[in-house]
């Protein structure tokens, strides 16, 4: 927002800027050329008059030289009339008039195609810099035979004027750009400031609060993205408070159900238990059907006990109880436990501290899950200590998922395909995310090199015990 308000503002002063930079150059051009046209129209006038009116034939006959010409009195009345400096030609082979050092050069200084125009008995002129000094040079003769004239007149108040309008047009210009830079400040944080509420509102609402809104001010383009915003944000917060109550209905649901299934399936897992007691009196169909219900009866256990776990979790009354034990023995044990085949790869030794409980269920929910599909065979666990964190990883040879359903491997009774479709209430790896996301850390899926699938926690609980403690171990 600040580097667009920035660009804004540039462009802003950038076009004052280009602006009077066109202006001023276009005023200056226009005044420096309409000065310097004036002052030779009358510096030709007064060339003229001087030439035509003063250096008549009665006072200075045709054939005349520079003897004559001092005499005459011209070459005062000609400066007093505004000529500066003065330069007379009496041709070829004869002396000229020089007034002063400056005009002295002047068949050097003086343009060849002034020089003819002269000759042709016609006035022009040129504009000269002698010692930094601007002149205007006019040249003309008399219609009549006579010498040809030069008169050097002085520019100097006309280019100073020009440096004092050159002045003039840059303060104003400087000004004009300072105001510009308030301006563009003050119209870039107006022009924006309804973007930056939104940006405010819309970092609000991505934090959770759903009831910010936008101030609806004015009925411009601007008022009606305002409006239309707030309607937005209304529809969104209802519909969130929407699946918010759905969700909550679903996990009271859930809840209920599973407490209510847990009475009656209670009794009915003893007697199930019962039951397995007298399978060896029973006829081989009635002792296949005992065998069948008591299998059935552990699956509903196991899926009532895993909904009123994340019951738990989800309602966050699942609270950590946090012990200081040796979480490679806890592996052990629970490999040993779960999957006796399954291959252990840690140091003798990995003192923590963490929830013991939460431990053990992301463990033994990993294991089971690689035992199922991976039957037994090619289970691995690693654990090992990374900058302060728990790592455990659990992998198997099983048939693997595609990258597309990794991420949803951890959804609540999603199931891949056919191929890891085993026997499990679709919770397990759902749990033990949730319970590793509860110790800080997270329970993230790979695909393994050479088929099957690579389990990653990582849980920044693990911390050296304090000297002179012994880690708790599994008996």
Not at 209 to 220: F, H, I, K, T, Y
Not at 329 to 339: E, I, M, Q, S
Not at 433 to 440: I, K
């Amino acid at each position: 927002m600040r580097r667009f308000r920035t660009r804004l503002a540039l462009t802003i002063v950038g076009l004052v800027l280009l602006t009077a930079l066109l202006l001023g150059a276009g005023s200056y051009l226009f005044v420096a050329r309409s000065l310097r046209g004036q002052f030779a129209a009358d510096a030709a006038d007064q060339a003229e008059f001087a030439i035509a009116e003063l250096a008549t034939e009665d006072r200075l006959p045709a054939g005349a030289g520079l003897a004559e010409f001092e005499a005459s009195g011209l070459a005062e009345a000609i400066r007093r009339r505004g000529g500066v400096e003065l330069y007379v030609d009496f041709g070829a082979g004869a002396l000229p008039y020089a007034s002063g050092f400056a005009a002295a050069g002047t068949p050097a200084l003086v343009d060849p195609r002034l020089q003819e125009i002269v000759t042709a008995g016609r006035l022009g002129w040129q504009w000269l810099d002698l010692d930094g000094e601007p002149y205007l040079v006019v040249g003309g003769r008399r219609p009549e035979a006579g010498p040809d004239f030069y008169i050097y007149f002085s520019a100097g108040d006309v280019a100073a004027a020009l440096t004092r309008l050159w002045q003039a047009l840059a303060v104003g210009g400087a000004v004009l750009v300072g105001l510009a830079v308030v301006a563009a400040g003050a119209v870039s944080r107006r022009v924006l400031h309804p973007v930056a509420a939104a940006s405010r509102a819309a970092a609000a609402i991505a934090s959770g609060d759903l009831s910010a809104r936008l101030p609806a001010e004015g009925d411009d383009e601007f008022g009606a993205w305002a409006e239309s915003f707030n309607r937005m944000a209304a529809s969104l917060e209802r519909s969130i408070a929407e699946l918010q109550e759905g969700r909550d209905r679903e996990r009271r649901f859930v809840a209920d159900v599973s407490h209510e299934l847990r009475t009656p399936l209670t009794a009915l897992v003893g007697e199930a238990a019962l039951l397995e007691e007298h399978l060896d009196a029973m006829s081989p169909e009635a002792r296949r059907l005992g065998e069948l219900l008591a299998a059935d009866t552990a699956r509903l256990r196991l899926l009532v006990e895993d909904l009123l776990e994340i019951s738990r979790l989800d309602a966050g009354s699942d609270a950590s109880s946090l012990t200081e034990f040796d979480a490679v023995g806890l592996a052990r044990a629970v490999a040993a436990a779960r999957c006796p085949r399954a291959g252990l790869e840690a140091p003798e030794s990995l003192p923590v501290r963490t929830d013991r409980r939460r431990l053990e269920r992301i463990l033994g929910n990993l294991v089971d899950n690689a035992a199922r599909h991976g039957g037994g065979e090619g289970v691995q666990v690693t654990m090992r200590r990374e900058a302060g964190d728990l790592v455990v990883v659990v992998a198997d040879r099983g048939p693997g998922v595609s990258e597309a359903d990794l991420e949803r491997l951890f959804e609540r009774f999603y199931k891949a395909d056919a191929a890891r479709a085993a026997s499990g209430s679709g919770l397990g790896l759902a749990i033990a995310r949730s319970h590793a996301r509860a110790l800080g850390g997270d329970l993230t899926a790979r695909r393994r090199e050479g088929g099957g699938l690579e389990f990653v926690a990582r849980l920044p609980v693990a911390e050296l015990l304090p000297d002179g403690e012994a880690p708790e171990t599994e008996g």
